[in-house]
């Protein structure tokens, strides 16, 4: 998208406008950071300058000196480069909210104040906003403001802050990051995605600190490009229309057109997965790309006789531009859908609509089941969590182990097919096929989305379980996990409520971390634990509790967002 500026940035907006590809402006209002964005010519700049490299140069030389970080014994310092990525399209998707009226989040904001809360004692966190520096000042963090408010993305501030330490290294925030990775050389970097411009910045960032590697708490380069995304789930139309399937049951077509997706082709990567096409965006134009939808919605409605489908974007996170249920018989809804869906450049999925199996939450409200296996430090994590979802937008998540998922009534075997998976998953990105792609041992974090529930069709009323989403990233969960870590045990040694939640809340335009901080904490009951993980004013705030099981621990963690809500501090959920 082309930016045009005409003043400062900051939450005013500051006379700052956002022109969209048909040529209207929008003008950017709400937001803690600038909408500048850089474009591929400004990357290749960045690495000249700072590397004397092509950025295709930087990221061959990043794939041997950026070393995945696998933990073992005592944690080590890390410097927290937590933010959004131009990987996920963040920045679009918030530019999507204000040109449809809707209130947008300030992603960039909100996942770099978050970030704050997983920081652990001797860490460094770097940021630029209010709601992170208070967030810093909260929770006792060492930090460092780079002070650039221009910038959408953090990388790309990152970038420009190096840029200005090479013609003047005095008193620059750069210099402090620089001087505490030569105070500790062993230290890991966190960062949220090995993008481009964090791997020029890092290359950088070790040159200058004079270290011999740099330990990433993050994926592999080729994981963190190829690898975290949608589009190796299903395969192209074109290779699924050439298969042949006569006389195959359905659960044998599934089987062989899963055999032709981009993950078991380059790793053999075999996950339960529901029907689905990928439709690779044609530069051609929309029509085209319009004509591989209603081709891929024939194929659903032939093979599996199913009537819904969601169109998905591979590349966004957080629900962003799913479009759906649509109805695979309406072919002109459906051509609307993906030529609308064409303008944002990525690659899009038409995947098989579930009724997802649903457990009773709080207040009487259905929680739709909608499970996730993650990887942390290279090791496939405890448990699952389960997603708390609005619509199709993350808004949560509460762990479930396995006697949790048995007491809560849900199909016992498919807890264990997803377990499995994650299982599959690790093993894939140590196979032998992941040596000759090049991600070999390159999976350090990130997560599976399922969806467990029904598809109809030819399935009839079965009950499934399948991978749905990939973010080989970090994730909104880390921060339920690493909030269920702080919990786990009481004063000496006493097993607190052994599950927990997390829930999403929209901060009213004044509320502060520290206000509502105060509020949760003082509505805590006794024995149980809650946290106040984040707070962006007007944008997005994230509460933690504990609980005795799953339905307690998300009752407990709603009940806070409504203590909120009557302090004053949240806005009534609609």
């Known amino acids: ?138 929770f006792g963090a060492e930090a460092v403001d780079l002070g650039d408010l221009e910038h959408y993305y953090l990388c790309q501030a990152l970038l420009a802050a190096a840029d200005r330490h090479t013609r003047d290294e005095t008193g620059t925030p750069m210099a402090r990051i620089v001087g505490w990775l030569r105070a500790h050389p062993y230290a890991v970097v966190r960062p949220y995605a090995l993008d481009e411009e964090m791997q020029i910045f890092l290359l950088w960032l070790r040159d200058r600190a004079g270290v011999e590697s740099l330990r990433i708490e993050a994926n592999s380069l080729v994981v963190s490009t190829r690898w975290n995304s949608k589009r190796h789930i299903h395969p192209l139309v074109d290779d699924a229309e050439a298969l042949s399937v006569f006389g195959a049951a359905p659960h044998e077509v599934l089987a062989a057109e899963q055999r032709l997706s981009e993950g078991c082709r380059r790793l053999g990567l075999v996950m339960p997965v529901l029907p689905g096409y990928t439709l690779a965006r044609r530069e051609e134009g929309p029509k085209l790309f319009a004509d591989d939808a209603v081709r891929a919605a024939e194929l659903l409605r032939r093979r599996y006789l199913l009537q819904r489908a969601f169109l998905k974007p591979t590349e966004a996170g957080d629900g962003a531009r799913i479009v759906g249920p649509i109805d695979l018989g309406d072919t002109d809804a459906l051509r609307a859908a993906a030529t609308e869906a064409h303008q944002y450049g990525d690659d899009y999925l038409l995947e098989a609509a579930v009724d997802y199996l649903c457990l009773d939450g709080a207040g009487g409200a259905r929680l739709p089941v909608a499970p996730s296996g993650h990887v942390r430090e290279g090791k496939v994590a405890p448990g699952l969590t389960l997603q708390v979802l609005s619509g199709h937008a993350w808004e949560g998540n509460v762990f479930v182990d396995g006697a949790e998922w048995d007491r809560c009534g849900l199909p016992p075997a498919l807890y264990g097919t997803m377990r499995q998976a994650m299982t599959a998953l690790q093993a894939a990105f140590l196979s032998e096929a992941a040596v000759a792609d090049g991600s070999h041992g390159g999976l350090v974090t990130g997560g599976v989305d399922f969806a467990v529930g029904r598809i109809g069709g030819v399935f009839q009323d079965r009950v499934l379980a399948a991978a749905i989403d990939y973010n080989l990233s970090s994730h909104g969960a880390e921060y339920l996990r690493s909030f269920h870590e702080k919990t786990a045990s009481g004063p000496a040694g006493r097993v607190a409520e052994p599950y927990a939640a997390t829930r999403l809340f929209r901060p009213t335009a004044t509320a502060t971390l520290k206000a509502a901080r105060t509020a949760v904490l003082a509505a805590v009951p006794e024995g149980a634990r809650a946290e106040l993980v984040a707070c962006v004013p007007g944008r997005w705030g994230m509460v933690a509790a504990t609980g005795t099981g799953v339905r307690h621990a998300m009752a407990q963690a709603e009940r806070l967002v409504d203590v909120l809500v009557a302090a004053g501090l949240a806005q009534v959920r609609a």
């Open 1 to 138: 998208m082309d930016i045009t500026s005409q003043g400062r940035a900051g939450r005013a907006g500051g006379g700052l406008t956002v022109r969209l590809q048909d040529g209207t402006e929008v003008a950017w209002q709400g937001f803690d950071t600038g909408p500048r964005v850089h474009q591929e010519e400004h990357l290749a700049g960045y690495s000249s300058r700072l590397l004397g490299l092509t950025p295709a140069q930087a990221a061959e030389r990043a794939s041997r000196v950026l070393t995945p970080y696998r933990a073992a014994g005592a944690p080590v310092p890390a410097l927290v480069l937590q933010g959004a990525t131009p990987a996920t399209r963040l920045f679009e998707g918030d530019v999507s909210d204000l040109a449809a009226g809707r209130a947008p989040y300030d992603c960039a904001t909100y996942m770099e104040t978050r970030a704050v809360f997983t920081a652990r004692p001797g860490d460094l966190v770097v940021g630029r906003t209010p709601p992170w520096r208070e967030a810093a000042e909260v």
